[in-house]
């Protein structure tokens, strides 16, 4: 079946530096894919979206890079700050989203 | 402003005692779904429902009941709970168009002793 994973549960970086995040997706026919954060006590928040027909999108500090060659999708975050500090769930969507088990960030002081 | 509420947002019960956990969107949406978040296994999806008066099993949809009478509204039921259904549980909604997010509420933390 289709499955979306992260490839480490838990991230440690300086404040300051820059995160990058990774996620592995297996359906090859998903044709949009998110990113969400999700703060302690909260629900998932958007982040970011990509659609199929593209590779890379940026936002404010962050950007989607997507290589549908080897199912493969990642999250940067440029200077992370204290606040980037959260669990992030890659997301495919074809007829339904699908969600990977999530990567915890910390941000070091 | 748009949101998905659901109620309660703590809940802890007895073993066999029905509960409902209701979620409600204002955003129109067609597609609801409820999603189950345990340790390292991420959000798993209970049932999902396209429109009014049609819903489909998830993941993981045993144990539970759902039902989409009006477009707004979509409880979760479990008749007779279970310790191994205490987790987060996570109501989103979203637009019934290929490219969309989906929006979360704040997720409800069921405790089943």
């Known amino acids: 079946g289709e499955s979306v994973g992260l490839h480490l549960p838990t991230l440690s970086v300086q404040e300051g530096d820059n995160s990058i995040i990774n996620c592995a997706y297996s359906n090859s026919a998903s044709d949009y894919f998110i990113w969400y954060k999700q703060e302690s006590g909260k629900g998932p928040q958007f982040i970011i979206d990509i659609r199929s027909n593209m590779d890379k999108r940026q936002g404010q500090r962050v950007t989607v890079l997507l290589n549908k060659t080897v199912k493969h999708l990642s999250l940067q975050i440029a200077a992370t700050q204290p606040g980037d500090s959260a669990v992030y769930f890659c997301?495919?969507?074809?007829?339904?989203?699908?969600f990977g088990p999530g990567t915890r960030l910390s941000v070091l002081p | 402003e748009a949101q998905v509420t659901q109620n309660p947002r703590y809940l802890i019960t007895v073993t066999g005692k029905k509960l409902t956990v209701t979620c409600s969107q204002n955003?129109?949406?067609?597609?609801m779904s409820w999603y189950r978040q345990d340790p390292g296994l991420g959000l798993r999806q209970i049932y999902y429902?396209?429109?009014?008066?049609?819903?489909d099993k998830g993941d993981v949809p045993e144990g539970y009941k759902v039902s989409r009478k009006e477009k707004r509204n979509f409880p979760l039921i479990l008749e007779s709970p279970s310790p191994n259904q205490t987790s987060l549980y996570f109501c989103a909604s979203w637009r019934w168009v290929s490219h969309t997010e989906a929006f979360f509420g704040q997720g409800t933390r069921l405790t089943v002793v």
């Open positions: 429902s396209m429109n009014v008066e049609v819903t």
């Open positions: 955003m129109n949406h067609e597609y």
């Open positions: 997301a495919e969507y074809g007829q339904n989203f699908v």
